[in-house]
């Protein structure tokens, strides 16, 4: 039964598509098959075998006529795939200085890797919280919180954000967005819709100077922005004066 199964144990096809519907119901509600099969590149008959296999093991379950999510089992092997694949990631970037739009093409490759190697690396590194796109690494005992974040396409206007994570794998995208400075972590000043049209602009604070870009409706679906952290107010008697 698909409950006994260890996540590690699972077969290296089954995590990368389990792992890919999970990273898609991230940025949709509604998981299709038409979606998934481009994602990995799969033509329509064949992902819909793939998936008929994975829903007979009780790894995934429809959602109406074409849509798909998670069981429980599934999702812990997807959450188990995810972790790794976010540590190499991380891994790569801070000891191998590869840049964020280089990391997705190599990071399947972590799912083959040994987990005490895996781990090994996220140690080296400081067991980071986030990944290079912002997502947070999961647990190991499969905990998984995003963080209250919304596509900046819905955020208010003219309400101060920080980028929380990029919801994107395209390498030429994702150099378009740090050349901008929209990063995990910037953050914006301003955000301001465009009368009669899709496009937003966006007013992003950086080492201590404010630029101003227009981006279009396929960039702000993917960048998901939060609300910017209050300071947290001393505690009374903290203040020390200093000694004279």
């Known amino acids: 039964m698909p409950g006994t199964h260890r996540p590690s144990a699972a077969p290296y096809a089954t995590q990368v598509l389990l792992k890919e519907v999970l990273l898609r119901s991230l940025e949709d509600k509604r998981v299709t098959l038409g979606k998934l099969g481009e994602r990995l590149g799969v033509s329509p008959p064949a992902i819909s075998r793939r998936v008929q296999r994975l829903v007979r093991r009780g790894y995934l379950e429809r959602d109406g006529a074409c849509g798909l999510r998670l069981t429980d089992v599934g999702s812990k092997i997807a959450l188990y795939a995810l972790r790794k ?23 399947d490759s972590a799912l083959r890797m040994d987990d005490a190697l895996i781990e090994r690396m996220y140690a080296q590194i400081g067991r ?11 647990t190991r005992d499969g ?12 955020w208010p206007p003219n309400q101060p954000a920080i980028v929380s994570y990029v919801l994107s794998s395209d390498g030429e995208m994702l150099r ?8 995990p972590g910037a953050r914006l000043a301003a955000v301001a ?3 009669f049209g899709d496009s937003i602009k966006v007013r992003i604070e950086r080492n201590r100077s404010v630029n101003e870009h227009v981006i279009g409706a396929a960039l702000a679906q993917v960048v998901f922005v939060e609300a910017v952290p209050t300071p947290k107010p001393r ?3 903290t203040d020390k004066s200093p000694v004279s």
Not at 176 to 183: I, R, V
């Open 85 to 107: 694949q976010e540590i190499f990631e991380a891994y790569l970037v801070r000891e191998l200085g590869y840049q964020w739009d280089e990391v997705r093409p190599a990071a």
């Open 128 to 138: 980071p919280l986030r990944c290079p796109h912002g997502l947070p690494i999961p």
């Open 193 to 195: 819709r465009i009368p």
């Open 176 to 183: 378009y967005l740090a050349e901008l400075g929209l990063t």
């Open 235 to 237: 505690a009374a008697g």
């Open 143 to 154: 905990r998984f919180e995003l963080p209250q974040a919304v596509p900046l396409s819905e």
